[in-house]
């Protein structure tokens, strides 16, 4: 399991990476997405694996052994937060698109000048 | 009203009075300068009154309150002899400049912004002059830094008013960082920040291996606020400011704050060789480049601001003199030069102010226009070149005699009686040609004004300070006498010399220096003056090519260019070279750990069984991930689907290994996530395989593109490796055990996750959820504003031969087919909206026991709205149902920061949560915590801030139909016209 999911999270993170490379901002934002992917597994597989062990206590609320819930917490708030930075990447790309007429990461195709903000507001 | 608190008031009324002052109009001249000018008297009544207080031996009043207990830092006023006298002097002067500048300033200047600056400045002067705490006293001095900026930078459309006034603040606030090190330096010697403690450990600063760097860091600071040679550029440029100011910030304040700051610490500084170096070197050096300097002056500002270097040189000379005595006289020129500075700068600006110009070449014999002006200022120009029975005659005396005294103790000091004398005899020369050019010869002619006396209230102060310079100087002991007094016994202590103020000492050495220096100016003059008038640019012999000020320009010019081509060479505007970058930096500094602490991969202590379900999962979630990356440029749908599939398996991963509440966000997350893609495609450009890339670029692109599958793969493998070997590891028994065990006894939930989130580390969600409603907000922003690139999408070919069948039959129109083929998902949508949100406030309340929250629950509820615009579009929705996010988000947050507050209703600190069971009738047994009520102000900011992303974004479609809704309608109009 360790040794599957260790290389699901290089997967995840090889391809992110990748795609943060690349030129166009859309290929960027999905990059983003997959490497949070990665990097939300990696912290929440820093508590160890457990199956079948989740941190909810029985009816009783006998301390039994589970799971380490601090990661569990960290990636809960990282996976809202996480969509909030695509929902503004998403956004902001649109604008500069909008504003640049181009879909590059730097505002302008390449092999061109200075980038020409047209008219953002026709 | 006990003192301490006059004298907090007298602190506090400045920057009071600052604020009300920048609230008034702009045209409010008289209310500004009423308001401005009664708080600086109110302020000088307080001090006044606490005379007694101070002038009895080593009294001193103290007030202090906890600032940064954790640092031992407090903020104490401390008001003694010296406070007592800087502040009058202060408070005094400021008043009278208020006075002055009311009818100095035109009309048309903003003048509440001026008072209110100046008012600012006051206050910071004082709070250095009372601070009774070294980092306080080094807070207040970058604030009179800064305000100082604001001032000489007061007329903002004029580029030398800008430049002198940035040049000011660069030296003198680069001064004030070098004072703040040297203050922690000394509380670091110390072992406090008190200055009473401080003042009684002179023995050990002294004797302390960090007193060089101290004194050093300690005078970097001082000599560039009473501007000492080198660092004197910045004052004459800072005339570019209204003359007023001139007048405060180079008599009373500004430049006097670095002399008080040398006069604090004379005693546990002084007293070393060191400190006579630098401090008597720095002296000498400035008084006699300053009087050089301020012979060849034209301007008569230009002479009065190098007149000023050359008389601060000489109040530091006498500091750097290791002589209670000399503290005395430099104490007593500071009082003189204020008083006869602040008057000479008035009567230069009422000349300039009735002449239209200050050029000295071009005024000549106003004597007979302004005879009156003439006379105070010749009063002052002689008080300034030390003329007997005015004051500076005294304190020039007693420099003399300092001089004649200490010559011979040190090597410099040889020649101190004659540099002495010859800088009086400049001085004088410099007096002499002011008074003499201004005010006599020919009538002047092609002046831009006519010149005649200025209004009576303009007056006023220069009478005043002239009437203070004559009667300090008839009278010294019944005036100042009491005062300087004070403030010496509170400098020196046991070791305050005796001193007579008297003006006749009999024929002695220093009276005869005096006698050589006053006729020797004037005859210098009259050998001199006409060359001197007629030197073209005004630029001092001998020293014409040497001007600081423009090497100091072009060295800031040198670095700001540098810099921008260090930035060229270095840098890249470029998001992909910027990211390779940081990319790599990561990866070479991971190996680096490696390679130094070793790397072991393969240790296993641990592992779970393997289970070939989850192997193959993986594989289909491994292929998405790739499959993403492979089609993002062509096929964006599709690889948006396959992000979704990565994160479908990213989510079954958490529920497979004990994570239910991740497992359930993370699939609503994804959800809303898609759906925004989804929504966002459609305005970007169309990007075919077809269209051919520049073929310059190719060979470019193939490079680049290795490059960076390499680094892809690398930080790939490395997570990998790390993660593998972290996960094979013993777990370390951290914090988690002592949560999982006080989850329910502490917080009465089961759910440890989520009581973690609401209860023990709420604070922190709190920070979330707020940054979470920020980005709502700012998306939300964005978009209002935007018009999205034209759709890059043609109609889909459905919707063509739909429309297109639809136009061909009677009794249909276009959108009908494409309504009817999706009416079975829409009723199911539409009726799906109940039973989300039941779902949703499921998730929500069985949070704090079983898998759910604030979180899911949130996204839950936006799922049910976001389905309602899929199914019936959103303005078939926006007629139904008022959404309002941004309320959302305002209540979710308030809700939240209620339900913390809650808890100092009992007393406790802030997000204390306490829980109890209640059970109403039906529902049975339900967990009443509030921590619950935090909760829900979590979902309903959740659903705020994700239903205004998505909704915004959905907007933007019916934005864009009305919009050509309303061209087609525009241009309907314009057809039959």
């Known amino acids: ?122 | 009203m006990p003192p301490q608190l006059l004298l907090a008031i007298a602190a506090i009324l400045p920057f009071l009075g600052s604020a009300a002052v920048i609230s008034l109009p702009g045209h409010a001249r008289n209310a500004a300068a009423i308001l401005a000018g009664s708080t600086l008297v109110a302020c000088l009544a307080c001090i006044g009154v606490l005379y007694p207080m101070v002038s009895a031996p080593g009294g001193s009043l103290v007030w202090a309150v906890d600032w940064l207990p954790t640092l031992g830092v407090q903020f104490v006023l401390r008001l003694d002899g010296l406070a007592w006298l800087f502040a009058v002097l202060v408070l005094g002067i400021g008043a009278l400049v208020v006075l002055y500048a009311r009818y100095y300033m035109a009309a048309e200047d903003p003048v509440p912004r001026l008072f209110s600056y100046l008012l600012a400045f006051v206050g910071a002067m004082l709070g250095i002059v009372l601070s009774g705490n070294l980092i306080q006293l080094v807070v207040f001095w970058e604030l009179t830094s800064i305000v100082s900026f604001l001032l000489i930078g007061y007329w903002t459309d004029n580029a030398s008013a800008r430049d002198g006034a940035r040049m000011a603040l660069t030296i003198t606030a680069g001064g004030g960082l070098c004072l703040f090190v040297g203050m922690v330096l000394i509380g670091q010697i110390v072992g406090s920040y008190d200055l009473a403690v401080v003042l009684a450990s002179g023995d050990t600063i002294r004797s302390s291996p960090l007193y060089l760097p101290a004194l050093v860091l300690v005078l970097a600071g001082a000599l560039t606020k009473s501007a000492q040679f080198p660092f004197h550029i910045w004052l004459p440029r800072a005339m570019a400011a209204p003359t007023p100011i001139s007048a405060y910030l180079h008599s009373a304040t500004m430049v006097k704050a670095g002399i008080f700051l040398m006069i604090r610490f004379w005693p546990v500084l002084a007293g070393t060789e060191t400190w006579y170096w630098i401090v008597g070197t720095a002296g000498m050096a400035t008084m006699l480049v300053g009087a050089w300097s301020a012979i060849f002056q034209h301007d008569l500002k230009g002479l009065l601001a190098y007149s000023t270097i050359s008389h601060l040189g000489l109040i530091t000379l006498l500091l750097g003199l290791d002589s209670p005595l000399a503290v005395v006289a430099a104490i007593f020129h500071t009082v003189n030069h204020a008083t006869f500075k602040a008057s000479l700068f008035m009567a230069a600006g009422i000349i300039d102010h009735e002449t239209g110009t200050r050029d000295m070449r071009r005024l000549s014999g106003l004597w007979r226009a302004m005879p009156y002006t003439a006379t105070l200022a010749m009063v002052a120009a002689a008080a300034m070149a030390g003329v007997p029975l005015l004051n500076g005659f005294l304190s020039k005396e007693m420099f003399l005699a300092e001089a004649v005294d200490n010559a011979g103790e040190h090597g410099l000091n040889l020649a101190l009686p004659i540099l002495a004398t010859l800088a009086s005899a400049f001085t004088m020369l410099y007096s002499v040609r002011f008074i003499r050019q201004t005010f006599f010869g020919p009538a002047p002619h092609d002046l831009p004004q006519v010149p005649h006396e200025p209004v009576r209230w303009m007056r006023i102060p220069i009478e005043l300070l002239v009437l203070v310079c004559i009667a300090i100087g008839l009278v010294p002991n019944l005036t100042i006498g009491p005062a300087l007094a004070g403030a010496v016994r509170s400098v020196l202590g046991a070791r305050t010399p005796d001193y007579d103020l008297a003006i006749w000492h009999g024929f002695n050495a220093p009276l005869a220096l005096s006698v050589v220096a006053l006729v020797g100016g004037v005859a210098l003059y009259g050998v001199f003056g006409r060359r001197i008038n007629a030197n073209p640019r005004g630029g001092p012999w001998l020293m014409d090519r040497l001007d600081g000020g423009r090497l100091f320009e072009r060295a800031m010019t040198g670095l700001v260019t540098g810099a921008r081509r260090l930035e060229g060479h270095l840098g890249s505007e470029r998001l992909q070279v910027q990211l390779r970058i940081l990319f790599l930096t990561v990866l070479l500094a991971a190996m680096l750990a490696g390679a130094v602490r070793g790397l072991d991969l393969f240790a296993p202590g641990r592992a779970t069984t393997f289970d070939p379900a989850f192997a193959l999962m993986w594989l289909v979630g491994a292929a998405c991930a790739v499959g993403a990356a492979e089609r993002a440029k062509y096929h964006r749908l599709s690889a948006a689907i396959f992000v979704g599939g990565a994160g479908l398996v990213s989510s079954l991963t958490f529920l497979w290994l004990s994570a239910p509440d991740l497992a359930v966000t993370q699939i609503l997350v994804e959800i809303v996530t898609t759906v925004m893609l989804l929504l966002g495609l459609r305005w970007l450009p169309k990007r075919d395989a077809a269209i051919p890339a520049p073929a310059s670029e190719a060979a470019r692109a193939r490079r680049r593109r290795i490059v960076d599958l390499c680094i892809a793969a690398f930080a790939g493998l490395g997570l990998a490796g790390l993660a593998y070997a972290v996960m094979t590891r013993p777990a370390v028994d951290g914090i988690a055990r002592w949560f999982v065990e006080e989850a329910y006894p502490q917080a009465g939930g089961r759910n440890v996750v989520n009581v973690l989130l609401v209860d023990f580390r709420a604070f922190d969600t709190l920070g979330e959820i707020c940054v979470l409603g920020i980005v709502g907000l700012t998306v939300f922003a964005l978009l209002r504003r935007f018009r999205p690139a034209s759709d890059s999408l043609g109609r889909p070919k459905q919707q063509v031969s739909h429309d297109a069948y639809d136009a061909a039959r009677a009794g249909r129109s276009p959108g009908d087919t494409a309504a009817d083929a999706l009416l079975v998902p829409r009723v199911v949508m539409t009726w799906l909206f109940p039973f989300i949100v039941l779902l949703a406030l499921h998730l929500f309340l069985r949070g704090h026991d079983l898998p759910g929250g604030g979180f899911a629950g949130g996204i839950a509820l936006t799922i049910a709205f976001v389905l309602q615009y899929m199914a019936q579009g959103a303005e078939w929705v926006e007629e139904r149902l008022r959404i309002r996010p941004i309320a959302w988000i305002g209540v979710g947050l308030l809700v939240a920061v209620l339900a913390g507050a809650g808890s100092w209703l009992f007393g406790r600190p802030f997000l204390t949560a306490s829980f109890a069971y209640w059970e109403p009738p039906l529902l049975g047994k339900v967990p009443v915590a509030s921590a619950l009520v935090f909760d829900l102000g979590i979902m309903v900011l959740v659903v705020g801030a994700s239903a205004l992303m998505l909704v915004a974004l959905a907007h933007q479609s019916v934005r864009r139909t009305r919009a050509a809704e309303a061209e087609a309608e525009r241009a309907a109009e314009r057809e039959p016209a």
Request: avoid cysteine; aromatic fraction near 6%; charge should be negative.
């Open chain 1, 1 to 122: 399991m360790e040794l599957v999911l260790s290389l699901g999270i290089g997967v995840f993170a090889a391809s992110g990476i990748w795609l943060m490379l690349r030129p166009r901002t859309f290929q960027v934002a999905l990059g983003i997405s997959l490497l949070s992917y990665a990097v939300n597994l990696f912290i929440f597989a820093m508590g160890r694996l457990t199956v079948g062990a989740p941190p909810v206590l029985g009816a009783g609320a006998e301390v039994v052994s589970v799971d380490d819930p601090v990661p569990q917490a960290l990636v809960l708030t990282a996976l809202v937060i996480g969509f909030a930075l695509t929902a503004l990447f998403l956004v902001v790309l649109l604008a500069a698109r909008g504003i640049t007429g181009s879909d590059h990461v730097d505002g302008r195709e390449p092999g061109q000048g200075e980038p020409q903000p047209g008219n953002p507001h026709p």
